[in-house]
Each structure stands twice: as C-alpha cells, then as structure tokens.
C-alpha cells in the first residue's frame, strides 16, 4: 500500500510542479554550474561515501547498514522539488536537479551500491530497466506533460497546480502516518541512538535553510534535495536482492525522518526565513547572471 502510495504521490508532485514551470526555469537552473557540480559530487559520492564509513564502524548489524547504504546511494528523491517549494527554495534548480541526478542514478546505485556492499547481483540488467521505467512513467513523462498544458493554459495551470499541491502534501501526510502506523514496531524496536543520529544528520545537512540563505536561494534548493533521498528505489533494492527484513527496516526508519525533518524544516524555512528576510529591495526582480 505505502509503494501505491508513493507512485500515485509522485505523479500528483510532478504534475503540481510541472503546472507551475517553464522549462526555461529548469533550464536556467542547470546552468548554474557549481550548484550542479556540487549536487552531484554531494548526491552520487560524499553522501553513500559518509553514510558507508560512519554505519560500518558503528557497530550496526549487517541488515542496517546495508539498508542505510541502499538509501544513501539512491538520490533525487521525487519530493525533493515539492520539499524545495515549501522552503521558498529556486524551485527550477530543484527540479532540473532531480531529473538530472535520477539519469545520472541509473548508472551511479548499481555501481555504488556493488562497490560499498559488494554485491554481485546488482549486475542484473533489471535493476536498471526498473530504474529507468520508474523514472520515465512516474516522473518525466507527468512533468513534462504538465510543462506543456502550463505552456498553453497558463490560467488554468495555475489553478490546477495550486489543487494539486494541495493534494501532494494530504498524500505526504498520509504516507508517514501510514508509515506509523503499519510499520510501527520497526520504529520502536529501533535504538534511540540510530533515530537521533538519522535526525541529528538531517538537521546538519538541512541548517543552510534555517541559516542565512534567502527565499529563492539555490543553496536551499541544493541541500533540500540533498537531502531527500529515493526511497522508492531503494526499497526497490531491498526486496529484489536482500531477504534480511532489517535491510528493509533500515530504509523504512530514515525514510519516516527524513519526510518529518524534511518537511518541518522546509516549513519553517518557508515562513520564517521569507518573512524575516523580506524588504522591499529584496521584492524586487534582478536579472539572473549565471555563475
């Protein structure tokens, strides 16, 4: 039920955010070329490469730690741009970020996963068609499809995209409830060490929201996406080549943490960092110099 969840969640997201793009926000987003450097030496190396040393030398069982591995090498997290909405982040470069690392993804989780869990079995050519298929249906395609009705109901896209969203975030909701409640004994049974380090890691990672950078800011978009992660895809993993129920667990547990984190920070940056930054200079528009 939560993966139906997740899919129908994905498509509602990417057709809100799709609605309320041009494609040359995308665009103009990519173009900043140390973001995107950044996010992708981020994404696709620091973040499976930390979460790799710091789990396997922290005495966790060999179910948890691949659990962990599995999620921090399966980036652009589909609710990274919705996320990236409600911190007032620059919501083109969150997208383009993770459409662009969900391509680079099909080559960079088999490989990094095979590397930091030594697995052979992620050489079977169904991962990647998996990958890819979920990538194509549940995101590019809904998002491009919206770009376009945008582009010619300009009015209409407006409205809709507005409903939409609204309906994404009554999904996301529902999804950590369901979470709770159909899983709950995975996060009780879980030492308070483990759910205060997962927490603790995403408030450290998401502080530039609630620090100095501004409304529209690309730094917010960078680390929003950051830290949102593909739990699709990473359960995905899981199920296909790990019977161990605690790979699963691992998943599941920084999953939940990582919507609550994620989305109260986001929230918080939204309102509070827009609010108290804004002025009437910082209303206005500047044209855009790319880096």
Do not use: C
């Amino acid at each position: 039920m939560i993966a139906i969840a997740l899919q129908v969640l994905v498509v509602v997201m990417m057709l809100s955010i799709g609605l309320e793009l041009q494609i040359g926000q995308v665009l103009d987003g990519l173009r900043r070329s140390r973001f995107v450097a950044g996010a992708v030496v981020l994404n696709l190396v620091i973040v499976p490469v930390a979460v790799w040393a710091i789990a396997s030398n922290s005495g966790l069982s060999a179910g948890m730690t691949t659990g962990l591995i599995l999620l921090a090498a399966s980036p652009a997290g589909p609710i990274g741009p919705v996320l990236s909405r409600l911190s007032q982040s620059d919501l083109g470069l969150a997208t383009g970020l993770m459409v662009l690392l969900g391509v680079l993804g099909l080559v960079s989780t088999p490989l990094t996963v095979q590397l930091l869990i030594g697995s052979d079995s992620q050489a079977d050519d169904g991962v990647i068609v998996s990958m890819f298929t979920s990538l194509l249906v549940f995101q590019i395609v809904p998002l491009i499809v919206a770009i376009a009705v945008a582009a010619k109901f300009p009015e209409q896209a407006s409205r809709a995209s507005g409903m939409l969203g609204l309906i994404a975030n009554v999904l996301l909701v529902g999804i950590v409830v369901a979470l709770i409640v159909l899983r709950g004994e995975v996060l009780t049974e879980t030492s308070l060490a483990i759910h205060a380090a997962l927490a603790g890691g995403l408030l450290v990672v998401l502080a530039p929201l609630l620090g100095r950078s501004q409304p529209d800011s690309p730094v917010r978009a960078l680390v929003t996406v950051t830290a949102v992660r593909n739990m699709s895809i990473a359960l995905f993993l899981a199920a296909k080549f790990y019977a161990d129920a605690e790979v699963e667990a691992a998943i599941l547990i920084w999953s939940f943490w990582m919507l609550v984190v994620t989305g109260v920070v986001g929230a918080l940056a939204g309102r509070y960092r827009t609010i108290t930054t804004e002025s009437p200079i910082a209303n206005t528009s500047s044209p855009y110099v790319p880096s």
